[in-house]
Structures are given as C-alpha cells and as structure tokens.
C-alpha cells in the first residue's frame, strides 16, 4: 500500500497543486475540519457513491488515524483504482 505523509499534503497544497483527496469519516467527524479541498464519503457510503471520486493520476485516501482510508484504499483498488495513497496517521496527525 503507498502511503502519503500529512506534512508531504500540506506542502503540496501550500504550492496551489491540486491534489485529489477522499476523507471517509464520518459526518461528525469532518464536522471539526478536513483538509481544503477533500471530497467526504463516508467509507459506508463507498460502495454507492465511489462513481463520484475522478479517476486521477493519485488519489489521496484520509481518516482518523489510516485506518479505515487503508481498507478505503483495498476496497477502490478491488474496483480498478489506481494511484491510490493512504494518508499515514489520519487526521490525528494533521496539524492546522
């Protein structure tokens, strides 16, 4: 599984790139932040809704703490995926 640090993020937002991040918490968690620009779906709400996430070179998958982005990462690779990357320490790790 590739994995993507928080700092690396941050520094690659800081620049202006647009980068291609899924957070799959849920609604109360991202209720206290996400990362600008991410695009929520609840890791339940995958099978229904994963149509939404565009097919990109990489593909940034977030949560609390890896986790739950690590099965995300599984499940959308199973699918076709490709270029997926798990955020390594969740939001626990993010620092505002």
């Known amino acids: ?26 609604d109360e968690e991202v209720a206290a932040g996400m990362i600008p620009g991410a695009k929520h779906i609840p890791l339940g709400q995958l099978p229904e809704r994963h ?7 990489e593909i940034i998958l977030v949560c609390r703490s ?14 076709g995926y490709k270029g997926l990357k798990n955020m390594t320490g969740g939001m626990m790790e993010w620092e505002d």
């Open 1 to 26: 599984m590739d994995t993507i640090l928080p700092s690396e993020i941050k520094e690659r937002l800081g620049r202006g790139e647009k980068l291609t991040i899924v957070d799959v918490r849920e």
């Open 51 to 57: 149509e939404e996430i565009a097919k990109a070179d």
């Open 66 to 79: 890896g986790n739950r982005s690590g099965r995300a990462l599984g499940y959308l690779e199973s699918l």
